[in-house]
C-alpha cells in the first residue's frame, strides 16, 4: 500500500512569488491535513480537508489556502511568500471522518525555502 | 487554549531505559497522541492513550493521567535507531491534533 506522497520534495522561492504544493493520500483516505514545522515552532495545524470541504483551519494568514479534489488529492497554495514561510509542509491522511481519534499517516514533506 | 509542554533533549545510553514526559492542558480532552520523527523524516505514530493507565507496545510504553494532565513515553533496552524527535499531541478540536515541539533524543554508546 503506497504512502502519503507529498511534491515536490525540495523548493527554493523568493519573497512575493507564490507556491503550490501536492500531496496524494493513502488510497481509501478520504481525511488530509497539512502542517507547518519549523525549528522554533514545532508542528502547527494549517488546514484539514474532507470530501473537498474545509473542516478546520489553523491561525494562519488567509495567505495559504488549499483544497481537496474528488480523488482526495489535496493541494495548497502560499501567496505573496515572506521569509519566515520558510518550512518543511507536512501533509497527512487519515480515515477519520468524524473527531480525530485516529493515527495520522504523514508524508515526507515539502521543504520550503524563501528568499 | 490549549498548551503542551516537553523538554527539548535528552540524553541516553544505548541499553538503558528512558521516561520522555508531556503536560498538556486543554478544555476537552480526547486521547494523548505519541509521535516518532528520525532527523528529515516524516512523524509516525506510535501511541495513542484516552484512558488513564500504561499501554504497553514492545520496548516502548505510554502512560497517561488525565487527572494531572500528564502522560509519558517510556523507551525500554535503548537502541542506537530510538535517536529522534518524539512529539506529544493532543486533539485540538475536531480534526486536528496540537504537537508539543517535541523532544530530541540522542542514544549514545
Known amino acids: 500500500k503506497a504512502g502519503v506522497t507529498q511534491t515536490p520534495r525540495y523548493l527554493i522561492k523568493t519573497r512575493g512569488q507564490q507556491v503550490t504544493l501536492s500531496c496524494s493520500p493513502i488510497s481509501g483516505h478520504r481525511s488530509v491535513s497539512w502542517y507547518q514545522q519549523t525549528p522554533g515552532q514545532g508542528l502547527q495545524f494549517l488546514f484539514e480537508y474532507f470530501s473537498e470541504t474545509q473542516r478546520n483551519k489553523g491561525n494562519f494568514p488567509g495567505r495559504f489556502s488549499g483544497r481537496q479534489f474528488s480523488n482526495s488529492r489535496s493541494e495548497m497554495n502560499v501567496s505573496t511568500l515572506e521569509l519566515g514561510d520558510s518550512a518543511l509542509y507536512l501533509c497527512?491522511?487519515?480515515?477519520?471522518?468524524?473527531?480525530?481519534?485516529?493515527?495520522?499517516?504523514f508524508g515526507e514533506g515539502s521543504r520550503l525555502t524563501v528568499l | 487554549g490549549q498548551n503542551i509542554d516537553q523538554p527539548t533533549e535528552m540524553t541516553a545510553t544505548e541499553g538503558a531505559i528512558v521516561q520522555i514526559n508531556c503536560t498538556y492542558q486543554?478544555?476537552?480532552?480526547?486521547?494523548l497522541f505519541w509521535y516518532q520523527q528520525h532527523a528529515g523524516e516524516a512523524p509516525t505514530f506510535l501511541s495513542y492513550n484516552v484512558l488513564d493507565g500504561l499501554e504497553e507496545k514492545g520496548r516502548f510504553s505510554s502512560f497517561l493521567s488525565r487527572s494531572k494532565g500528564y502522560s509519558y513515553l517510556l523507551l525500554k533496552e535503548l537502541q542506537m535507531k530510538d535517536s529522534a524527535s518524539y512529539l506529544c499531541?493532543?486533539?485540538?478540536?475536531?480534526?486536528?491534533?496540537?504537537f508539543g515541539k517535541g523532544t530530541k533524543l540522542s542514544v549514545i554508546p
Open positions: 499531541a493532543i486533539p485540538g478540536g475536531s480534526y486536528q491534533l496540537t
Open positions: 486543554t478544555s476537552g480532552f480526547n486521547g
Open positions: 497527512a491522511s487519515s480515515l477519520e471522518y468524524r473527531a480525530l481519534t485516529g493515527e495520522l499517516f
